[in-house]
């Protein structure tokens, strides 16, 4: 289900930072470390025991446009099931986000998701004067429906989140430093809370070591969790802030997600 999505997502979720954005949210740098063009490229495996298998393959681009008069950014986050695991579990994951250039503010979200069986729709509308979104929501369990989503200041989608917190400045960030988060997707509000242990080494497959930053998610137990695991995730320490990997825990093995390609 939707948790395929969120392990995606949190494996891009750099932290929590300071700086200068709009009233009552968290604080970013005035200049953000991305621009249009850029594509990050990544990879998925499941590892249990001796198994150590690629078992899909995502993308994610950002352009620079103009939306309803203002300067904004597009991003498409993609993820595909490799071709022998379609056999076995399908999937397909499509996310589009339009956020403006400025303050990172989410004004448009849209996703397209199959997997295994399951699908999922959503198209939101962010309308700030009324502080709701518009969303249009479409599970395969419980059919199409609109509804109005309460939106609060710091209220994202998971792609504008991304780029959000890619905004840091990690100088200002104390190793054990906790941050409480929250992101809209289908019709809930997921809540999560985010830890930084502060620099090591990661070993990124196939690329070697690489200087990053390490955080920890904490995650809700269910059918895919045990309770009280979290998800470790290392972005890079070059200033660009890219993902480089995650590793999420499941009842039987973990999932990693790695770097494969970043162009700026």
């Known amino acids: 289900m939707r948790r395929v999505a969120l392990i995606l997502a949190l494996m891009l979720l750099p932290l929590v930072v300071s700086g200068q954005h709009h009233a009552g949210c968290i604080p970013t740098m005035k200049e953000h470390p991305f621009k ?138 104390k190793p054990g430093s906790k941050y409480n988060l929250s992101f809209a997707i289908d019709d809930e509000v997921y ?17 070697g070591k690489m200087d990053a930053h390490l955080f920890t998610c904490s995650v809700v137990s269910g059918a895919l969790f045990e309770g009280n695991q979290e998800l470790k995730f290392w972005f890079s320490a070059d200033g660009k802030y890219v993902p480089l990997g995650v590793m999420a825990p499941l009842r039987v093995g973990a999932v990693w997600v790695w770097l494969k390609d970043y162009q700026p």
């Not at 509804?147 to 917190?165: E, H």
């Not at 809540?191 to 690329?207: A, F």
Request: hydrophobic share 35%; aromatic share 16%; with cysteine.
């Open 36 to 173: 249009g063009g850029e594509k990050i490229n990544f990879s998925m495996t499941y590892k249990w025991g001796a198994v150590n298998a690629e078992v899909a393959s995502g993308l994610v681009t950002l352009d620079s446009l103009v939306y309803n008069g203002q300067p904004a950014y597009h991003m498409n986050f993609k993820v595909k099931s490799a071709a022998f695991f379609d056999v076995f579990f399908k999937m397909r994951e499509d996310f589009h986000s339009w956020f403006t250039a400025k303050d990172l503010r989410p004004l448009k979200f849209t996703r397209d998701t199959y997997e295994g069986g399951y699908t999922a729709k959503n198209t939101y509308i962010y309308d700030w004067p009324a502080k709701v979104i518009h969303a249009d929501v479409d599970f395969s369990s419980r059919g199409q429906r609109n509804l109005d989503i309460p939106l609060q200041a710091c209220t994202y989608d998971l792609p504008s989140l991304i780029f959000y917190l890619r905004s840091m400045d990690i100088s200002h960030i």
């Open 191 to 207: 809540d999560i809370r985010l830890t930084y242990h502060g620099p090591e080494q990661l070993k990124v497959r196939r690329k």
